[in-house]
Each structure stands twice: as structure tokens, then as C-alpha cells.
């Protein structure tokens, strides 16, 4: 690490440690770390699906493209469910729990901020979650590893035991909306936060993207850590190029010095 990175690192602490509020907003980069790749890399769920088959009328309309996802995932589900967190989720999971944290809203699915520690009710997962499946009918909500273990026995398209609807993972298909419950405490902390820190994401897809334009024009100073160029970049008050797992561990050793 540079001197020039060390400088900014010191800086973006200094700003944590005054702010009241700093809201951070996660993106697949912290979770590639831990050995799950992005949807657009080699390994990711591009290269095995067509992306249109995520569309939720398409989903549901094809029991060919249901047998085929559920035949899929379950190597992408355990390669999730047995995924270690990155030293980045670590180093957020300790930002909160010395009150540095107001909320921390992700756009992935793996829980795996959660799994290094973080205060669930201090996460906001805007995409939903991998780990628990639901009834497209009745709405009933399954864990994931009990369907799992249905379909490994032979279940090759999961229905739900109440009322026969299909049964789909409880993360966000094209097509469907966000919880509305969910965007409004993002956006509203959002709005409110000091400090608006990004780790991990290109801010490509929105709404989560446009969580930090909101923060910026409310007058939080706005940290982006990423390995590669993100949409508000030229809007940062200060941009650290890096791997998450290097960046925020010496940001959250600074803060907490």
C-alpha cells in the first residue's frame, strides 16, 4: 500500500470517526473475495444461464428453464452456504459493533455479512437472500438448505407442502420489484448519512446505485473503494483503488486507533 493510499485511508477514517451516520453500501466485489464469483465473471452465473432466464415471467413460465436452475444451483448454493467471509466483511462487521456503522445496505445475496458477525438488524440485504426459498403463491418462506435437500433427493422442480405453488429462492429476479420496506430504510438512511462509504460495487445497478447520489446531494462526503471504475467516481470525495479485503481493514484499523 502506497503512501499516497495510506494518506487517503487516514483521511476517510478521520471523516468516519466524526460522522454520527455513515451508511455503507456493499456490491459483489467484497463477496468475489470469499470465493463467489460476480455474475459476469468466468464461473458466474452468466456463463451457465441466459440472463433472460432470470426474468421472473420467463422463470415461471418454463418448467425446462425451473428444472434446469434448480439442477444448477445446487452447486452455486453450497458454493454460497460453505463461503467464507472476506477480511472485508470482517472489517464492517467490527466498524458497526464500535457503533462506526449506522447501516450497512448489500446488494448480494450470500449472507455473508451477517456471517462475520454483523449485527442482522443492522444489515439491509436490497436483493434478498439465497439462503431461504419462498412460495410464489402463498408466500410461505422455507430455509434454503430444506429445499435443498428436497431437490438432492430427487425433487427436481420444489413445490410448496401448503399449497402446491412453485417454490423459488427469496432473492430478486428481473421483473420483480424490491421490497418496498426494505429501499425505503436504504434510501432514508441514505439521505441522512454523513458519510456514504462504497465498497465492492461498480454502482451499475440501480436502485442500490443510486443510493450514494442521494447521500452525496443531502451533503455526506462520499468513499468509494473498488478495483475497478464505478459510475460516480468523478463525484467521490475520495476514491481508493484496491481489493476490499486489503482497503477496509486498514480503514477500520485507522478508524478505531
Request: charged share 25%.
Amino acid at each position: 500500500m502506497g503512501d499516497f493510499q495510506e494518506k487517503l485511508i487516514e483521511q476517510a477514517a478521520a471523516w468516519v470517526v466524526e460522522s454520527h451516520s455513515t451508511v455503507c453500501l456493499t456490491g459483489a466485489g467484497i463477496s468475489t473475495e470469499s470465493g463467489i464469483p460476480d455474475f459476469r465473471s468466468k464461473g458466474g452465473i452468466w456463463d451457465r444461464f441466459d440472463p433472460k432466464d432470470f426474468e421472473i415471467r420467463r422463470w415461471l413460465a418454463s418448467e425446462d428453464i425451473r428444472r434446469r436452475y434448480w439442477e444448477v444451483a445446487q452447486d452455486g448454493y453450497n458454493l454460497v452456504r460453505n463461503a467464507p467471509p472476506s477480511s472485508g466483511h470482517f472489517a464492517l462487521a467490527r466498524l458497526s459493533r464500535h457503533d462506526h456503522l449506522k447501516l450497512l445496505v448489500t446488494q448480494n445475496t450470500d449472507g455473508l455479512h451477517q456471517k462475520a458477525g454483523h449485527d442482522p438488524e443492522k444489515v439491509v440485504e436490497l436483493h434478498g437472500t439465497s439462503h431461504v426459498c419462498v412460495c410464489v403463491g402463498c408466500g410461505a418462506k422455507l430455509p434454503r438448505p430444506e429445499v435443498h435437500a428436497r431437490v438432492q433427493g430427487g425433487e427436481a422442480i420444489p413445490k410448496c407442502e401448503d399449497c402446491g405453488s412453485l417454490l423459488k429462492p427469496d432473492a430478486v429476479f428481473f421483473g420483480e420489484g424490491l421490497s418496498p420496506e426494505k429501499l425505503s430504510r436504504a434510501v432514508e438512511a441514505s439521505k441522512a448519512a454523513e458519510v456514504f462509504l462504497v465498497a465492492g460495487s461498480s454502482l451499475a445497478v440501480r436502485p442500490a446505485g443510486g443510493l450514494p447520489e442521494r447521500a452525496r446531494k443531502a451533503g455526506a462526503r462520499l468513499i468509494i473503494v473498488n478495483e475497478g471504475p464505478t459510475r460516480f467516481d468523478a463525484k467521490a470525495d475520495i476514491r481508493i483503488q484496491g481489493k476490499t479485503g486489503n482497503v477496509l481493514p486498514a480503514l477500520v484499523n485507522a478508524v478505531l486507533a
